[in-house]
């Protein structure tokens, strides 16, 4: 089993930066690919960015093409979600996930979520 907790969400007005942060514990023997999803009130949930278990990977959606950035710290269990240059449509829960496969796919594990709110 692993856990994943998502820290660093908050309230920022457009045009700001926040760092998601999703550390992982338990069996971290495996390391796994890690998505970022997001999900809007009324809407489903959505895919925002993915990174192999190495790092040198790394995939994003068309909406957060050169404002976000995925990496991770393989030594502290961690992935980071740099997010720059917000947009009030980037208002959302963001929840990280592991999955054993690059590109992601079988999502095993899933946290519990952190609020993003960009102000106009």
């Known amino acids: 089993q692993v856990q994943l907790v998502e820290s660093g969400g908050g309230l920022v007005q457009a045009g700001g930066s926040l760092r998601l942060s999703c550390e992982a514990s338990?069996?971290?023997?495996?390391?796994?690919?890690m998505g970022w999803f997001r999900q809007a009130p009324g809407k489903e949930r959505e895919f925002v960015a993915a990174i192999s278990g190495s790092g040198g990977r790394t995939d994003y959606a068309d909406s957060v093409k050169g404002r976000f950035t995925i990496s991770r710290d393989n030594a502290k269990n961690t992935v980071y979600l740099q997010m720059n240059s917000l947009k009030p449509e980037d208002t959302a829960v963001y929840y990280c996930?592991?999955?054993?496969?690059?590109?992601?796919?079988?999502?095993?594990?899933w946290g519990q979520g952190t609020q993003v709110t960009v102000s106009s």
């Open positions: 996930a592991a999955s054993a496969y690059y590109p992601l796919r079988q999502l095993s594990y």
């Open positions: 338990g069996r971290t023997s495996i390391v796994y690919a």
